[in-house]
């Protein structure tokens, strides 16, 4: 079985630098979701995708950030001029699309270190 | 908006005993959905019982139960027969309906972190 993929763990970086994050979603799953988590909170919704459309951005994701889906499969998380307020745990997560009942599994995150 | 609000940053309980969670959230929907998702240390997350707010019987997955109170706006999920491996923090999330593919994030509680003693 091969759940949500995420790459990589961790990634630890100096201010300024940009990084980026890769997702594998479930391959039947169309619908793929990025949130934030940092320490002591719940995760909070960053965007998501059907298939390779992005078709909701949260206000938490500022013009540093950018995600994107190509050809429906995997997505990539690039944050831009990393700042320290950025360190969290970044989580992936897909479903398959239907009336909201159908469950989020989530990969294991991405753990972003701001030095 | 919605909002999803977990009272009990922590909680205790024995190992075979039995502990129940809280979770209240607020929305103005009348159709919608609850999840309880479990975290256990440096893992990821997995769901643990979902509940539509259609349905009025509450939700059962063997040793997790809801009890689900759509007039009180209350959510609380109880673990029977608590185990070690129960140990991990507890989210509950929110789900608006997704007619015509506009919603579809979660909304979550801050989380409680459930310690299980042998």
């Known amino acids: 079985d091969t759940g949500v993929s995420q790459n990589p763990r961790h990634k630890i970086t100096k201010r300024g630098q940009n990084v980026t994050f890769r997702c594998d979603p479930i391959?039947?799953?169309?619908?793929l979701y990025w949130y934030r988590q940092t320490l002591g909170q719940g995760p909070e919704f960053l965007t998501y995708f059907q298939n390779e459309a992005q078709l909701e951005k949260s206000r938490l994701l500022s013009d540093r950030f950018s995600a994107e889906r190509p050809k429906g499969s995997f997505s990539t998380l690039e944050i831009q001029r990393t700042e320290q307020g950025d360190s969290a745990m970044y989580l992936c997560?897909?479903?398959?699309?239907?009336?909201?009942?159908?469950?989020?599994?989530f990969g294991d995150g991405t753990r972003l270190s701001i030095l | 908006a919605q909002t999803v609000t977990q009272s009990q940053p922590e909680m205790s309980v024995q190992e075979a005993e039995t502990v129940t969670l809280s979770c209240t959230y607020d929305t103005s929907e009348s159709d919608y959905y609850l999840f309880w998702y479990k975290q256990p240390p440096s893992r990821q997350m997995i769901l643990v019982i979902r509940q539509e707010a259609y349905k009025q019987q509450n939700a059962t997955e063997n040793r997790f139960s809801v009890n689900f109170q759509k007039a009180a706006k209350s959510f609380s999920l109880k673990i029977s027969d608590s185990q070690l491996g129960d140990a991990a923090m507890y989210f509950c999330a929110y789900r608006s309906p997704n007619y015509g593919g506009s919603q579809g994030n979660l909304i979550f509680g801050k989380g409680t972190k459930l310690s299980v003693k042998p």
């Open positions: 391959s039947e799953h169309n619908r």
């Open positions: 997560a897909s479903s398959l699309a239907g009336q909201g009942r159908q469950p989020q599994h």
